[in-house]
């Protein structure tokens, strides 16, 4: 079974509503910026189509336009990653650490402003942040290739969709460490989040057994509700792409699954990232990384060696106090 108190953690996620509900206006906000550029997409391609004297190319230009608005959203979407990131889930992630250590956070509006301010504190710039982010997702994967020895065990060609369905999961149970590390970065309140980033990589490497086995368990618990969401999703889809011309009431399903997102990203997201951080500061208290592993993850990770090289050649700069206590603070 899971090593982490499911109570403690919704009670942690309960307790960062604000948060909960910043995330929900910014990723319902993305999924009606999709579904409307595709439905704006499908009638402006509808129109020109009929600029064809072959009738089916206005069915063919709604498709067109539809998957043109798609990527079009999509390619800003991955622009702004990197301050969705700061803005929103690393002063998330902050107040969830204090609360973690027992201390008071701000309640109502004020928490998100002192997320905010804990998070510049410690990185006073977010391509920094998003640079250590970006660097510990590929040092991940390689983590990923060190332990995948599953086909060593199961070499049968009968067991090769088996097997790719196992590590397939396993790949899947990273999805939240990238947040773990930083929920240890802001906890340690690093000033060179390049060597703290290195050590809490060896840290989860070094006992990767324990984090595995309940990262598992809510990658299960998540795709479960995203499932039923997904379900309960599909028929409004449907409805709303109906008023549309052209072919596009088959993105219903599409669309039902960017909502079902959306609302697994606001909420249950939190409540994975707050569970795992339970499991994570429990399980490496009093540790140290191991030189073992860092020897394993230099000889494995070209990414890892560049964190190596960052975090030896990071001059720190002034920092930030945290945010002082705020008046209308809640009991911790």
């Known amino acids: 079974m899971w090593d982490f108190s499911f109570a403690r953690a919704l009670g942690m996620v309960i307790r960062t ?59 800003a979407l991955y622009l702004a990653r990197e301050y969705i990131l700061y803005l929103v889930k690393a002063g998330h992630i902050a107040v969830m650490v204090q609360l973690y250590d027992g201390h008071s956070v ?14 510049k504190s410690h990185f006073t710039e977010s391509s920094v942040l998003f640079g250590v982010d970006q660097i510990i997702k590929a040092v991940l994967r390689s983590i990923f290739r060190i332990l995948n020895t599953i086909s060593a065990f199961l070499p049968l060609p009968a067991l090769q969709s088996l097997i790719r369905l196992a590590e397939a999961v396993i790949r899947m149970s990273l999805t939240y460490v990238d947040e773990i590390i ?42 479960a509700v995203q499932l039923a969401i997904f379900i309960v999703l599909l028929a409004p889809a449907a ?16 669309f039902a699954f960017i909502f079902a997102w959306a609302l697994r990203a606001a ?9 795992l951080m339970l499991v994570f500061f429990k399980t490496i208290e009093g540790q140290t990384p191991n030189p073992e592993w860092k020897e394993r993850l230099s000889g494995a990770s070209r990414k890892f060696q560049e964190l190596a090289a960052k975090a030896s050649s ?14 209308n603070m809640g009991p911790a």
């Open 17 to 75: 509503t604000p948060f909960v509900v910043l995330r929900l206006i910014v990723y319902i906000g993305i999924a009606f910026a999709y579904l409307l550029a595709v439905g704006v997409g499908g009638v402006i391609g509808f129109g020109l189509g009929h600029l064809s004297s072959d009738s089916g190319a206005h069915y063919g230009g709604a498709l067109w336009g539809s998957l043109i608005g798609f990527g079009l959203t999509s390619a």
């Open 106 to 119: 701000p309640a109502g509006q004020g928490q998100i402003s002192y997320g905010a301010q804990f998070v």
């Open 182 to 223: 930083l929920a240890y970065l802001i906890r340690t309140g690093t000033r060179n989040p390049w060597e703290t980033a290195e050590d809490g990589l060896i840290l989860y490497a070094q006992n990767y057994k324990h984090f595995l086995k309940n990262a598992i368990w809510l990658l299960v618990f998540m795709w």
């Open 239 to 254: 409805a709303i792409l109906a008023v549309f011309p052209g072919h596009i009431a088959g993105w219903a399903f599409a």
């Open 267 to 275: 909420i249950l997201e939190p409540l994975a990232i707050a569970s």
């Open 314 to 327: 990071w001059i720190p700069g002034p920092t930030s106090p945290p945010p002082a206590p705020s008046p």
